[in-house]
């Protein structure tokens, strides 16, 4: 291994690091705790080296966003594939509930994703790789229970911010919480064609 290949690979090791940081901090603490300062306390390397990877806390929010799209993709498709032999409405409805489920599980991973400005870009040319790849374990499902004359992906739009709109109330307290099984058994049968 040459000189370079090891200072990629370290170099690499530190960005993975300050993400892990700054994400396990944001799910503790919540994300105006992770600061600059902090992260570089934690990692134990000074801040000019933080700086070399990221140039703030956008582009770190950024990263976990990427890291978070690229583990909902996974979710979401598992979901849909352990209920492939169970029909659509299993498929969509299993969906669903994985959206929900990383969701409430990742709460500073879902914000950063869905609701911080993380400085990605959504529906564009430019949206990075793992968020199209997350719009696209939805639309592999949702696709085909859009109906006729609908187009798929805008009703995959349509029916993940019904699920970005269950995540966010529910976890605000907004909806109360016995009956979130039955919303989204309610989304799953209104919106899909099934």
């Not at 801040?47 to 140039?55: A, E, G, I, N, W």
């Not at 969906?95 to 400085?119: C, T």
């Not at 993940?160 to 269950?166: C, F, I, Q, R």
Request: charged share 25%.
């Amino acid at each position: 291994m040459s000189v370079q290949e090891r200072k990629e690979r370290e170099r690499a090791g530190r960005e993975r690091l300050i993400v892990a940081t700054a994400r396990e901090l944001a799910e503790l603490q919540g994300w105006d705790a992770v600061t600059t300062r902090r992260l570089a306390e934690r990692i134990e390397y000074s801040q000019p080296v933080l700086y070399s990877h990221f140039r703030g806390k956008r582009e770190i929010i950024g990263a976990v966003a990427l890291e978070g799209a690229a583990e909902m993709a996974v979710a979401l498709r598992a979901a849909t594939a352990s209920a492939a032999a169970d029909g659509a409405r299993a498929r969509v409805l299993g969906l669903a509930r994985a959206y929900l489920d990383f969701a409430e599980r990742n709460p500073a991973v879902y914000d950063a994703m869905f609701r911080l400005d993380g400085g990605l870009a959504f529906a564009a040319e430019d949206t990075p790789e793992p968020l199209k790849d997350a719009f696209a374990a939805l639309l592999e499902c949702l696709g085909e229970v859009a109906g006729e004359g609908v187009h798929p992906g805008l009703f995959t739009e349509v029916f993940w911010a019904a699920l970005h709109g269950l995540a966010t109330l529910t976890r605000e307290g907004r909806l109360p919480a016995p009956e979130a099984g039955l919303r989204v058994e309610l989304v799953v049968d209104r919106l899909a064609v099934l």
